[in-house]
């Protein structure tokens, strides 16, 4: 009898034990217990994001676009590199049509121009606090609507440094590069040799002309900036005697260039120009078209007590017409970890003909660019730079190009012997129109 107790014991704790043991595994499934492996981050619906490049290689991109995907294994990415002509355009008209992709480059200064197509940055993604400790803060005035909330996150900063050409410089017996304007005038006159009839062989600095100095509209806007003269209206003295310094280097018996010599970009590769104004990606066309030359960059001269420097870069940005955004805006917080732009930046540098990537667009990265002999002069402007729609080469047949012709104008109109003052209230008219025209007036 005892035996058969024990029995019927043992039985209903078998009864009592298991609908608990079963009870406690469904409410640890229910509930998503961290000790149950969870599925993959990226679980759940299929999404495909259409993205837009410009300057980047799809072997580039597709790096990167492999390690998201063990991330988010549900997100498939395509990658289209776009011809810079036409892009801007082509990108609004495809929004508009429902045609475009969820996520594309654009131009610092295309952002009131864009601002029907950019969707805000969510603050779950990246908050104005993050903008304002992670980036440099031209990024702040840059990447805001008119509304002060954030439409992109920068993938690179560029702008404008000074190249210089280490012979001419050894030859001369000159160490090292102008720090001021002043400085550089008297350098620039230095090193500009002319032949027996007094025509410019070697030209000290490319500036003073508008046809033939690539990037003079960055330039002219960094000596307006540093002057503290208005882009938008330059009726002012200070835009005025920026422009007149300007037009001054191409005037003369003493000018240190002019119109006869070739385009500033192939007379610096070429050896026959000293100092040379242009962004981070022009070194890599100087040394293909000329393995030999042996050149430096440096940060942008200043006017005494001055520190101001000038930005031209590209971001990231979502279509308001995507149907995916918030996976869109995931996808740029990833490109925009510290990690992922290092590898961003070693990948690219591995490209043809390439031996650097993009500056690093965040301030806690500058120190690992900071000794690079070109480069390093941009990580060292960065926190100077400011901005304004005159920047060159962005193709957008919009409020660069436009504003950039209006300056042209202005430059030719002093080299014919006007007043820069009256020059610039041409230019400030037409500047006033083009704004309005472009919704960007504001």
């Given amino acids: 009898m005892p035996k058969i107790k024990k029995i019927l014991s043992r039985l209903a704790l078998k009864i009592f034990i298991l609908p608990t043991v079963l009870l406690l595994v469904i409410s640890i499934i229910l509930s998503g217990c961290k000790y149950i492996p969870s ?150 006159a230095k090193l500009t040799v002319r032949d027996p009839l007094g025509n410019i062989k070697t030209a000290g600095v490319a500036l003073g002309t508008a046809s033939n100095v690539d990037h003079f509209s960055d330039i002219l806007g960094l000596m307006i900036l540093q002057n503290g003269g208005d882009h938008k209206s330059p009726v002012d003295k200070q835009s005025a005697d920026a422009l007149e310094y300007y037009a001054n280097f191409a005037k003369g018996q003493n000018r240190v260039w002019d119109e006869t010599m070739p385009p500033s970009t192939i007379a610096f590769a070429g050896g026959n120009l000293a100092m040379y104004f242009a962004p981070s990606w022009r070194a890599i066309e100087i040394k293909n078209a000329n393995p030999l030359i042996k050149f430096k960059v440096a940060p942008v001269p200043q006017l005494i007590g001055g520190k101001a420097a000038w930005a031209s870069y590209w971001a990231l940005g979502v279509s308001t017409k995507s149907v995916h955004k918030q996976e869109a805006w995931e996808f740029i917080k990833y490109l925009g970890q510290e990690q992922t732009l290092i590898k961003f930046y070693s990948e690219a540098a591995k490209s043809p003909g390439r031996f650097f990537g993009e500056p690093y667009p965040k301030v806690s990265m500058g120190s690992k660019l900071a000794s690079d002999p070109i480069v390093g002069a941009y990580i060292a402007d960065a926190p100077f730079m400011r901005s304004f729609p005159m920047a060159s080469r962005t193709f957008d047949n919009g409020l660069n190009d436009k504003i950039i012709k209006a300056y042209e104008d202005a430059v030719n109109s002093v080299a014919r012997g006007s007043p820069a003052k009256n020059a610039l209230t041409t230019a400030a008219n037409n500047i006033t129109k083009i704004l309005i025209q472009f919704g960007a007036n504001q």
């Avoid at 993205?51 to 991330?71: M, P």
């Avoid at 475009?100 to 990246?126: A, S």
């Fill in 39 to 188: 599925l993959p981050q990226g679980s759940g619906q299929a999404v495909t994001l259409k993205f837009w490049g410009l300057w980047e290689s799809a072997t580039t991109i597709n790096q990167i676009v492999e390690d998201y995907k063990k991330v988010k294994p549900n997100v498939t990415i395509t990658y289209e590199k776009k011809s810079p002509q036409q892009y801007r355009e082509s990108l609004q008209n495809q929004i508009k049509a429902d045609k475009g992709p969820d996520i594309f480059y654009f131009h610092n200064t295309w952002t009131l121009m864009l601002k029907t197509e950019l969707d805000t940055v969510p603050t779950n993604i990246l908050s104005a606090s993050d903008f304002k400790k992670d980036y440099y803060p031209t990024v702040f005035f840059d990447l805001r609507n008119t509304d002060k909330k954030f439409v992109g996150v920068p993938m690179e900063i560029d702008g404008l440094a000074l190249y210089w050409n280490e012979d001419i410089f050894k030859l001369a017996g000159i160490a090292k590069p102008p720090t001021t304007w002043e400085e550089l005038a008297r350098i620039a």
